[in-house]
């Protein structure tokens, strides 16, 4: 086995691992420095886990007009290569197209009866 000792200096997660591989109990640099390394690891992962309930709602609007757009997509190669049952993909192309105007008129509504910047110092005064 090539000695690979060197490249890795004690206080590294390589060089734990380089303990464990050697069956030798890390030393406790090793160890810390293994621990911090998962401590980020853990940080790293957290926001993307807290992250997933929330699309898995399925009520974010935004998620359901791009799968939309994207069964727009699809239907419409469908009818483009000739698939059979055309007069059911139409349907569907049609059904899809009325679909997404509504989720965008939604979108943009949403989008604009949102509140504007408020708590400007100016707007008390100025009255
Ligand atoms: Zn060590």
Redesign the pocket.
Known sequence: MTETAGLFP??TPG??K??QRAG?D??????R?HREAQRKRDQAGRPALAAVPAQDDGVAPIDRLERARWALTATEAAIAAGRPGLSGLIREHSRLVDLIVVMEEQQREERETRPPAQDSPWDADAI
Do not use: M
């Open positions: 004690h206080g060089a734990y380089r303990h030798e890390p030393c406790e640099v090793c160890k420095a």
